[in-house]
């Protein structure tokens, strides 16, 4: 069997990596910049760190912010206009999930007119020409969109997600700099930094993982246990960390997929606007554990790297607990709800399971479900 791995040309970590940008993009010979970012990034200053350091190079640049949580085809379509009509060579994207998603879009469309049809996208699209090339600035720890062949859009029409993936999307330039993220309130660090801990246990359990894709999820796996609580406290320390292991998250999964966490999670974002991160931290001990059986002794490892002790003289059934448990307990102190009680209503179990059982994340589940498997643990949740 032949397995694939794609990573960005090149990325840059620590506080102060974001110095690296005007560098890269001179080096490039790029000449105009299209720096793609949402308003609150702009409003509360974080985007203007970047800004300030083209205007100081004397690198031009046009600003689209036509972007919001849970992108639409929307403003994508908006968005290819705006890059056609600025002049520009390259993106630079700064933001969480949403700006650079948005961002993988349009450079997909631009460089690959006839898929102008943003649906047309969805899955595992026949595109020919890499996107415009991104240079990726995340400012939250949690979706390593900056790392990924992987982008999510919403049909608002229809209430679903999109998900694609795509070779050619990947940021050829990653900017991780934790100095980018310390504005995260905590809810949003939370949420994202348990989105990354989902993309570490379901990538490390999915059909498609295999020993390069294990080692980066065991690793992210244990960094983010390590430094999610801190991170949560605006620790400089935990910061870091989860800046770090977020990203090592992202060379994982994006190589061997996920699973129906991640496929539970997409609707809920569709229909009820739910931050991924929070809906991902919900489901996971749940699917955790209807996935047990499917697991061989991974959860062994998955209780190890959380650093629950003993792991080595547990029986496989009190391994497969202990992994669920320290998931729990982590969500609890970061302040994750425990249940989807307040955001689920009862009316719209059966199409979430439906959508659920179609998203591209579905085939990838170590157990094999069904539409009325998932609609059961949608009931359990709430």
Not at 304 to 309: D, E, F, S
Request: contains cysteine.
């Amino acid at each position: 069997m032949v397995n694939r791995f794609v990573l960005n040309e090149t990325s840059y970590h620590g506080a102060g990596a974001i110095q690296m940008i005007p560098e890269e993009i001179k080096a490039r010979d790029f000449k105009k910049v299209f720096l793609a970012s949402d308003p609150d990034l702009l409003k509360f200053g974080v985007t203007k760190k970047v800004t300030d350091l083209l205007d100081a190079a004397a690198i031009p640049y046009e600003i689209y912010s036509d972007i919001k949580p849970n992108p639409t085809i929307e403003n994508v379509q908006h968005g290819v206009q705006c890059f056609k009509d600025s002049g520009a060579d390259c993106i630079v994207a700064i933001g969480g999930g949403s700006s650079m998603d948005t961002s993988k879009a349009i450079g997909i469309i631009v460089a690959n007119p006839e898929f102008a049809d943003v649906r047309s996208l969805e899955g595992v699209a026949p595109t020919k020409k890499p996107a415009v090339p991104i240079i990726a600035v995340p400012t939250t720890a949690g979706t390593a969109a900056e790392v990924t062949i992987n982008y999510v859009i919403t049909d608002a029409e229809k209430n679903r997600k999109m998900v694609c993936v795509d070779v050619h999307d990947i940021p050829v330039v990653a900017v991780v700099d934790p100095d980018m993220m310390s504005t995260m309130p905590k809810g949003l660090t939370a949420a994202t930094g348990m989105d990354a801990l989902t993309h570490a246990i379901e990538g490390y359990i999915t059909k498609g993982a295999w020993a390069l894709s294990d080692m980066f999820h065991l690793k992210a796996i244990e960094i983010i246990s390590k430094n999610l609580r801190g991170a949560v406290d605006n620790t400089p320390e935990g910061r870091e960390g989860m800046a770090l292991g977020q990203y090592v998250a992202g060379m994982g999964f994006s190589n061997v997929g996920l699973g129906i966490v991640h496929s539970m999670a997409h609707p809920l974002g569709a229909l009820y606007d739910t931050p991924h991160g929070v809906a991902n931290a919900i489901i996971l001990p749940t699917v955790m554990a209807y996935n047990a059986p499917a697991t061989g002794d991974k959860y062994r490892d998955i209780a190890k790297a959380m650093g629950v002790a003993g792991t080595e003289s547990m029986t496989i059934e009190e391994a497969r607990k202990a992994a669920i448990d320290a998931v729990k307990q982590l969500s609890q102190d970061v302040g994750i709800p425990a249940d989807l009680k307040e955001i689920v209503k009862p009316e719209d179990v059966q199409f979430l399971a439906e959508s659920a059982y179609a998203d591209a994340c579905r085939p990838g589940n170590p157990r094999d479900t069904s539409v009325e498997e998932i609609k059961e643990l949608y009931l359990s949740l709430m």
